[in-house]
């Protein structure tokens, strides 16, 4: 089995969703001042695209030429890898528990960088309304503004950590 190499931050959040030893180890670790910046939620009613972007973090909304504030999270995708995202919020769902999608984006400044999506079903909200809580961690510097994003990867399975060698 291919182990994958997570940001602490992921790894955090995976545990949250993980049995309840490790979600409260999770919950003790010092979580840094840019954890919020990466965090978006977004809700669907009646279980019905749009995707409403309800709120996001200050460096996810700078990455995005018009922030992503009400957004439609499928429309920041194309083709195909917006029937993926829409297929795989859905089995999230119904099976609560987070996914791991890994994306390549492109800037305006041409710039290419790996990102880590991770996507976890979030409860509460108006009723008939289903919500995901979101982290989009850069794996490098992310400079200029976003203008595409491609899905290479799709975890569905916790990540199990990688051993350092």
């Known amino acids: 089995m291919k182990r994958l190499s997570l940001h602490p931050h992921l790894e955090t959040l995976f545990a949250l969703w993980a049995d309840p030893r490790e979600a409260a180890q999770a919950m003790s670790q010092t979580i840094t001042d840019d954890f919020l910046d990466h965090i978006f939620i977004a809700e669907a009613a009646e279980d019905a695209p749009p995707i409403r972007i309800a709120k996001a973090g200050g460096a996810l909304n ?9 957004k439609n999270l499928l ?5 195909h890898d917006r029937t ?8 999230i769902k119904s099976k609560a528990q987070p996914a791991l999608v890994r994306l390549r984006v492109r800037t305006d400044e041409s ?9 976890a079903p979030l409860g509460g909200g108006e009723p008939r309304t289903t919500r995901w809580l979101g982290f989009y961690q850069p794996n490098g ?3 200029g503004v976003i203008q595409s994003q491609e899905i290479v990867a799709v975890h ?3 990540p199990v950590r990688q051993a350092k060698a």
């Open 62 to 70: 700078g990455a995005f030429a018009d922030g992503l504030q009400d």
């Open 75 to 79: 429309s920041l995708f194309e083709g």
């Open 84 to 91: 993926l995202l829409w297929s795989l919020l859905n089995i």
């Open 111 to 119: 710039a290419t960088v790996d990102v880590d999506l991770a996507l």
């Open 141 to 143: 510097p992310l400079h």
């Open 156 to 158: 569905l399975q916790k």
